[in-house]
Every structure is written in C-alpha cells, then in structure tokens.
C-alpha cells in the first residue's frame, strides 16, 4: 500500500504548492499545476486497478496450488509422493505419510492415521 501512500502525499504536497501566494498571479504555473493534479488522478486510478489486479492474481494462485486428494493424502504436482493432509492445513509442511499396509498411512509428524 505504500504507492497509495506516496500519491496521496504528492497530492497534498501540489495542494501545499497550489495555495501558495505566489502563485494567484502566475497563470502559466497554475495550468501546470492543474495538468500535474489531473495526471496524479490519473496514476491514482492506475495504482488501485493495479492492486485490485495483483490481489486476485494472488487469490487464483493460491487456489491453483491447493492439493489434490489421493488415497486420503494430498499429492502435489510438482512433487512425487503422499503427504499429511493435517499437517499441510495447519502448518503448511507436506510431511511424506509412511505406508503400513495396503489400506494405511500414517503420518510420522502427526501420527495421524490415514485410510
Ligand atoms: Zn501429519
């Protein structure tokens, strides 16, 4: 957030300047001015689209990267292997489940059982 901040703090510094005595009687500064205000609306509008754009391009990526279901486990696209369902919510690690048989998994971390 902080090009938010920089624009609304170069707009109140061109209201600082634009109110300055100086000023009232130059004409030619004062369209310059104006122009300068009219771009920062401009960049204003820019810079929230831009944010709005990069907020939802985050959203999709996260919703891209959930993992997908197999055998009770999550499997990974770019990872060979079983993980820990519960360890990956709460923590965000992907622990490898341990096979015991056929029909089970068990998760070292958390000793979860998984069938
Ligand atoms: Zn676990």
Redesign the pocket.
């Known amino acids: 957030m902080t090009i938010i901040k920089s624009i609304t703090h170069s707009k109140s510094l061109l209201q600082q300047i634009s109110g300055h005595q100086k000023l009232a009687n130059d004409p030619e500064l004062t369209d310059l001015l104006n122009s300068l205000s009219v771009e920062l609306e401009t960049i204003t509008l820019a810079a929230s689209q831009l944010l709005e754009e990069q907020a939802s391009i985050q959203g999709s990526v996260i919703s891209n990267t959930k993992p997908k279901m197999k055998s009770g486990c999550y499997i990974f696209a770019d990872q060979k292997g079983f993980f820990?369902p519960?360890?990956y919510d709460n923590t965000g690690h992907k622990?490898p489940t341990k096979r015991m048989n056929s029909k089970l998994r068990v998760?070292p971390?958390?000793r979860?059982s998984i069938s």
Do not use: E, L, V
Request: charged share 0%.
């Open positions: 820990c519960h360890c622990i998760c971390s958390c979860s």
